[in-house]
């Protein structure tokens, strides 16, 4: 039997999948080794980062678009079992950039400020402490910029969110998130 993992790279783009060595050993189903879960323990594991996620979505937003239930068939999959709240984190804060951009090219200043407050509270939720070697960079680097009303790195850092959508015959595809506002997409 082999492993299949997942890596969540930094941002909000979907959780990949990397085939390691052979010959690692997966008991698909439950915990494959310490810190590990299979395809069947997927759900409940993001089910259960979506009910404790501390923060709410922004208004019109659901948790049916986030790309993390896009997990493999496969029943060799195995993902760190931190990954779907990383997953949960990385798309609240997608939702909330789509939500701040949309404000801020719409000219509307008291939702750009509200998504904005949201923005500010990703370098300290549990998944992200958790999981990430310097969260406090996202805000030197992406929202400080921001603030001071230079959107081109939260613009640049958007590009990499995706949300799920489902085609009529059953098939899931990820899509490039767009800003909630007509404009937003010819800026840059």
């Known amino acids: 039997m ?5 890596v969540v790279a930094s941002g ?3 959780p990949s999948f990397v085939q390691p ?3 690692d050993a997966v008991q698909t189903g439950a915990s ?3 810190g590990f879960v299979g ?9 259960a980062a979506i009910d404790g996620f501390p923060e709410p979505l922004p208004e019109g937003v659901s948790w049916s678009a986030a790309p993390i239930h896009l997990w493999r068939d496969d029943p060799q999959a195995a993902i760190e079992d931190s990954v ?7 798309y609240w804060l997608c939702t909330w950039m789509r939500d701040y951009l949309g404000a801020v090219d719409a000219g509307d200043q008291p939702r750009a400020d509200l998504a904005m407050s949201q923005l500010g509270k990703y370098p300290s939720l549990p998944a992200i402490i958790a999981d990430n070697p310097n969260p406090k960079a996202f805000s030197a680097s992406v929202l400080q910029p921001a603030r001071m ?4 790195m939260l613009r640049e850092f958007f590009t990499t969110c995706r949300s799920l959508s489902v085609a009529a015959d059953g098939t899931p595809t990820l899509t490039k998130m767009a800003p909630t506002s007509p404009d937003s997409a010819q800026r840059g």
């Open 2 to 6: 082999s492993v299949l993992a997942v």
């Open 12 to 14: 909000c783009a979907a």
């Open 21 to 23: 060595r052979a010959g």
């Open 32 to 34: 494959v080794v310490p």
């Open 39 to 47: 395809p069947t323990g997927m759900p409940e594991l993001t089910r």
């Open 84 to 90: 779907p709240e990383v997953g949960v984190a990385e």
């Open 149 to 152: 009303g230079d959107t081109r």
